[in-house]
């Protein structure tokens, strides 16, 4: 019974994957850079419906960090000669989308 009450309660406290930006990994992607951005994180707002599966380039170990997004799918990125942490966008799905999905 401890065992199984212990399994549940980390089960409750594992994190569950948020909208936004996720990390995937250290790399690059060349490819069309839509905007640009400083700091070390992608900017929650620029992870939109639009911009679903595509890239954000963060580079963080310059002088300056920034970021840039890169209008390709992460899922067609094949590396480059930069590094930076690469993140994708997987944005919550619009209103109207959820309404839809709950059957309303």
């Known amino acids: 019974m ?3 009450l212990l399994s549940v309660l980390a089960l409750i406290a594992s994190p569950i994957a948020a ?3 996720q990390l995937i990994g250290e790399g690059d992607c060349p490819g069309r850079q839509v905007i640009g951005s400083l700091g070390i994180e ?3 707002e620029l992870c939109s419906p639009e911009f679903a599966g595509k890239t ?3 580079f963080t170990q310059v002088c300056n960090p920034g970021c840039q997004y890169i209008d390709v799918a992460t899922a067609d990125c094949r590396g480059g000669g930069e590094l930076a942490l690469v993140y ?3 944005p919550e ?3 109207d989308q959820v309404l839809e999905a709950s059957g309303k």
């Open 88 to 90: 994708t966008c997987e």
């Open 19 to 21: 909208a936004g930006w």
């Open 2 to 4: 401890k065992y199984h």
């Open 56 to 58: 954000a380039l963060c």
């Open 93 to 95: 799905p619009a209103a």
């Open 42 to 44: 992608p900017e929650a």
